[in-house]
């Protein structure tokens, strides 16, 4: 009895010591991982990434809008902008019209507007239509992105532009002229919307390069518009090469047009004899580049375009900028960007693809 009872005693004096040992035990383990989490991988990796987008608020919540879905350019874009809002903890959804006419985006806007989101991300269809409820927008708190298709400079306070739009209408004259043959002749241009901003911008500047004296032997007889509409950008390539039996080459600075001309020119009489060329996704344009249809055609990459615009939004609704010029934030992996002048942030300089390098690329 005695001993049963001594062994009571012990046993209790060895669940309180044993308590004891657990209670700070934990303890231990809780300052342990929290002093450990502070050196840790993870938390390093966590600490980068906090520095690297200082004071972005967690949580945003994001609309993407393309010039219209199903445009394989567009996806690609917004797929950067999703991701980058998601690196930042927000959540980001894409939500566009099923084509890219001039006012097709505007209903959708407003209702967008009355859900109030942090940010609207938004790839112009008209750089005016969409300007009284982008305003409003504004007025709501809602920052404003547009990246690939500007909007007027009042609808938005910031636009990412893939490269300069000079550079772009440039590299237009020139493939113009590299593509027509040595004698030069005739080219059309196979554009989007008539409407599109970036297109309209871009063509303009081909046009007053096409005046240079070295671009003498070249003669645009057209701009056609294919609407970012695989089956219309089609028929507008043979419309072209009907009317017009001279010409040269086709320079479409839409992804959607270069493909649906690629696609006709590499099944008619006139492959070998017409260039192709333009504005491409390498994975689009691949074919054509092997079945000789396409010498040339150039690009960025668009999921950056839209991984920047997603982080130019986060830090806008974070208030770490304002949309001013001079200001800067960081980007993610592509580091730190600053306002350029007019609210523009340029991503760089397209890449040509050819038969060499168009291996090298896979989007
Ligand atoms: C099409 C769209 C887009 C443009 C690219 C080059 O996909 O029109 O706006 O940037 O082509």
Known sequence: MRDSRFMRVLALLFAVVL????????????????????????TAAETTAADSSATIKKGLNVVVMPKQLGNPYEELEDKGTVAAIEETGGTAKIQGPTDAAASSQVSLLRSITQQKPDAIVLAANDPNAVVPVLK??????????????????????????????????EQLAKQALETAGSAGGEVAVLSA???????????????????????????????????????????????????????????????????????????????GKV?????????????????GTVAQFALWNPEDVGYLGGYAAAALASDVITGKQGESFKAGKLGTKTIGENGEIV???????????IDKFDF
């Open 19 to 42: 308590g004891a040992a657990v209670i700070t035990g934990c303890g231990s383990t809780k300052d342990d991982e929290e002093s450990g989490s502070a050196s840790s991988g993870s």
């Open 193 to 271: 919307t008539a409407n599109a901003p970036n297109q309209n911008a871009w063509i303009k500047i081909m046009q007053t390069e096409l005046k240079k004296p070295e671009y003498s032997k070249i003669k645009l007889v057209k701009v056609a518009y294919g609407d970012d509409d695989d089956q219309k950008s089609f028929q507008q390539a043979q419309g072209l090469l009907s009317a017009y039996p001279n010409l040269k080459s086709i320079v479409s600075p839409t992804t959607v047009g270069i493909a649906a001309a690629a696609r006709y020119v590499s099944d008619s009489k006139y492959k």
């Open 347 to 357: 991503l760089g300089p397209p890449t040509t693809f050819t038969t060499d390098n």
């Open 136 to 169: 409003q927008a504004q007025q709501r708190g809602i920052k404003v992105v547009t990246q690939d298709s500007d909007s007027a400079p009042e609808g938005r306070q910031i636009f990412i532009n893939q490269a300069t739009t000079q550079s772009i209408g």
């Open 275 to 291: 260039a192709v060329t333009g504005l491409g996704t390498p994975n689009q344009m691949r074919k054509f580049v092997k079945d």
